[in-house]
């Protein structure tokens, strides 16, 4: 289960650094994130996904570093994921099971969402929002993109399985932002296109992996 789920969106500034880090099949996408986001393409986007995980064997908080990649032969939008952080155990196709590597504190009221993350190579995110209107989120970002998700280089994607109706519920902006963010600065510009919450929890299942 993942809940209060955090996305920050940034402008890609150099899409050939982040299209090396794909899988060979797939190509820097841009979609729209929220159904407001009209029109359509501006460009790929490098995602911060910040979010409260629950397991058999893990519990604590994750930060992930997310774009999204077309695959021309499917015709289909899939996330990768490029980079974890995170103050629990995780696994992942290419790592394997490897220790925690940040130190999060996270603290959310009905007015407010705060996470600070400080990672063991001393980069640092930090965002202190007020939650305000809410916003229905893009079918091809929150449902097409997690279907079948990609981790880094790795060309195993992993399907996952989820309740549509509860991925697809509005998120709440973000506004009177202060953030302080040191990952990946080099790839993207330095404010965020989009900050928004999904303040209700969802259950993601990972079935009929095949890695070798």
């Known amino acids: 289960m993942c809940a209060n789920s955090l996305w920050l969106a ?10 090396n880090l794909l899988p060979n099949h797939l190509r820097l996408a841009s979609i729209p994130l929220l159904e407001s986001d009209k029109p359509y393409p501006n460009g790929p986007k490098l995602l911060f996904n910040a979010y409260d995980v629950e397991s058999r064997w893990m519990r604590g908080h994750r930060l992930e570093i997310v774009t999204a990649a077309y695959d021309r032969l499917k015709k289909s939008i899939h996330l990768v994921v ?5 103050d629990t155990m995780q696994w992942d196709p290419v790592g394997g099971i490897s220790r925690p590597n940040a130190r999060v504190c996270r603290d959310d009221s ?6 600070n993350l400080l990672s063991v190579d001393g980069n640092e995110f930090s965002v202190n929002g007020c939650i305000s209107k809410r916003r229905s989120l893009a079918h091809r970002f929150a449902v097409e993109g997690n279907r079948e998700c ?19 519920r509005p998120v709440s902006k973000l506004n009177k932002l202060s953030i302080s963010n040191t990952l990946w600065s080099d790839v ?3 404010n965020p296109t989009h900050a928004f919450v999904h303040t209700s929890p969802m259950d993601f299942y990972i079935f009929n992996v095949r890695f070798p």
Request: glycine fraction near 0%; proline fraction near 7%; include cysteine.
């Open 150 to 168: 990609y981790f880094m280089t790795h060309a195993n994607p992993y399907p996952m399985d989820f309740d549509e109706n509860d991925v697809m």
């Open 82 to 86: 490029l980079a974890c952080y995170t």
């Open 110 to 115: 009905t007015s407010s969402y705060k996470v």
């Open 188 to 190: 993207r510009k330095s």
């Open 10 to 19: 940034y402008d890609v500034i150099h899409p050939k650094n982040v299209q």
